[in-house]
């Protein structure tokens, strides 16, 4: 699933993210850019793994209602052969 590919790529993303906190305190004219750069994939992958997370529950639901549906489906089947039962037993006497 996604969020187990995510979670594979977990690890370099913080490690990613520590290497940039470190040259980020050093003063150097990068510095700035390497902060902003920082921030910026703190909040994507932040903003991916909420959106992920989402995905998984709207998914989770759908499953529950299309199993509802398939359930409700073989008991109104079994109602019918039923009901096609007991109008015959009814013909037959």
Not at 44 to 68: C, F, I
Request: proline content about 1%; hydrophobic content about 35%.
């Amino acid at each position: 699933s996604l969020q187990r590919e995510l979670q594979g790529h977990r690890g370099r993303v913080e490690d990613v993210l520590e290497r940039a906190g470190v040259i980020a305190s050093i003063r150097s004219p990068e510095a700035d850019s390497i902060r902003d750069g920082m921030e910026q994939l703190h909040q994507l992958w932040e903003v991916l793994w909420t959106e992920t997370e989402h995905r998984q529950l709207r998914l989770d639901v759908m499953y529950q209602a299309q199993q509802y549906y398939f359930d409700a489906g073989e008991v109104e089947a079994w109602l019918s052969e039923q009901e096609l039962h007991m109008m015959n037993e009814e013909t037959g006497k």
